[in-house]
């Protein structure tokens, strides 16, 4: 990997190719050099935190596919990690391409740190503060 950028658009800004742009242009069915650019302007984002080691990346922004997003997450309700990470495959499985981690209810790092190990798509998180 190359060490010379932070983030993907930090990389097309100076000019670098990443490996995830390649993915993202393949699926996208896009010349590499054209989602480069696109980075570059701010009018693509390639979800590509460096801490998610299974991903496999999207692109999302102008003139791509539309994605599919699941919200779901640990509460009061459901407090089972597992259960919840089987939900989250199940819509990985189902073609859901991005997971919105919606997490509220006690420790939920171990259940985000699961996630960015064993999913494979895009990840958000939301942080809920009570006032």
Avoid: W
Wanted: net charge neutral.
């Amino acid at each position: 990997m190359n060490q010379n950028y932070t983030t993907q658009m930090d990389a097309a800004r100076k000019g670098i190719i990443t490996e995830q742009m390649k993915i993202v242009a393949e699926k996208e069915y896009m010349p590499v050099e054209q989602l480069r650019q696109l980075v570059a302007e701010g009018k693509v984002a390639i979800c590509a935190n460096k801490h998610h080691t299974c991903l496999n990346p999207e692109g999302v922004g102008s003139m791509l596919r539309t994605k599919i997003n699941v919200n779901l997450g640990v509460s009061r309700d459901c407090k089972d990690y597992d259960v919840e990470m089987q939900k989250v495959m199940s819509a990985v499985n189902l073609g859901a391409e991005a997971i919105m981690d919606l997490s509220s209810h006690g420790n939920t790092q171990p259940f985000r740190q699961k996630l960015t190990h064993e999913c494979p798509v895009m990840i958000g998180t939301v942080r809920f503060m009570i006032l």
